[in-house]
């Protein structure tokens, strides 16, 4: 069946960087691609991006240029999200899902906690 | 971007029967509206996508409506497992934006 097995909790300092994978099973992995999405308390779900892991192709909710990178190796059928510049405002869970125009499979969710 | 209101915010309702969620769109969405569900600790998943096209899997209880800046999830006949905090995805216009999403609890 279709799977999205994300990478544990990270505890971050601010000023540093995390890089949560999406390991994805079950399907093609280049035939769909990947969402990231953000989900916390205060501000709800918010729509990081996406990728074409395919080509590589990406596409940013302008909020998260800067913040959010998007890469993938096709080879081990793996998404990257890296956080960079981490304060505690990106303290939340990141979801991958499969898909952009439909998200018919999620990951179980990658927290980050940003603190000193 | 797109703002996306959903009413009520928390909704308590009894077992078997018939809720109405809504969701408001700041602009028109042209039906590219998706709902999910999220139970207590667990990702989001989908319900219905495209406003009234009910995902793989999804109980026939389930149905979604509407057009242009409004839309309706409903649930014919509520069950214990329906208890879940339920959102609205509006994907007609980049950024994607979800409502604040509507508590549905059991009476």
């Known amino acids: 069946q279709v799977q999205l097995q994300q990478s544990g909790a990270e505890l971050a300092k601010p000023g540093s960087s995390v890089k949560i994978s999406c390991k994805a099973s079950?399907?093609?992995?280049?035939?769909?691609?990947i969402s990231w999405i953000k989900q916390t308390t205060g501000q709800g779900l918010e729509y990081i991006g996406y990728?074409?892991?395919?080509?590589?192709?990406?596409n940013y909710n302008e909020k998260f240029k800067g913040k959010a990178t998007l890469t993938v190796d096709k080879s081990s059928s793996t998404a990257f999200m890296q956080l960079s510049s981490l304060t505690p405002d990106d303290s939340a869970v990141y979801y991958c899902?499969?898909?952009?125009?439909?998200?018919?499979?999620w990951g179980q969710g990658a927290s980050v906690t940003v603190s000193s | 971007d797109i703002q996306m209101t959903q009413s009520p915010s928390f909704l308590s309702a009894s077992v078997g029967e018939r809720v109405t969620l809504s969701c408001r769109a700041s602009?028109?969405?042209?039906?590219?509206l998706d709902w999910y569900q999220q139970k207590l600790g667990e990702a989001p998943k989908l319900l219905i996508y495209?406003?009234?096209n009910l995902h793989t899997g999804i109980p026939s209880r389930f149905s979604g409506s509407g057009s242009g800046t409004d839309y309706t999830l409903t649930i014919s006949s509520l069950q214990p497992e329906d208890v879940a905090t339920y959102f609205c995805?509006?994907?007609?216009?980049?950024?994607?934006?979800f409502g604040a999403g509507t508590k549905l609890e059991l009476k």
């Open positions: 995805l509006q994907r007609n216009s980049w950024p994607y934006t």
């Open positions: 602009q028109n969405i042209n039906k590219y």
């Open positions: 990728i074409n892991t395919g080509s590589g192709g990406t």
């Open positions: 495209n406003t009234n």
């Open positions: 079950g399907y093609t992995f280049t035939s769909y691609y």
């Open positions: 899902a499969r898909g952009v125009r439909v998200m018919d499979a």
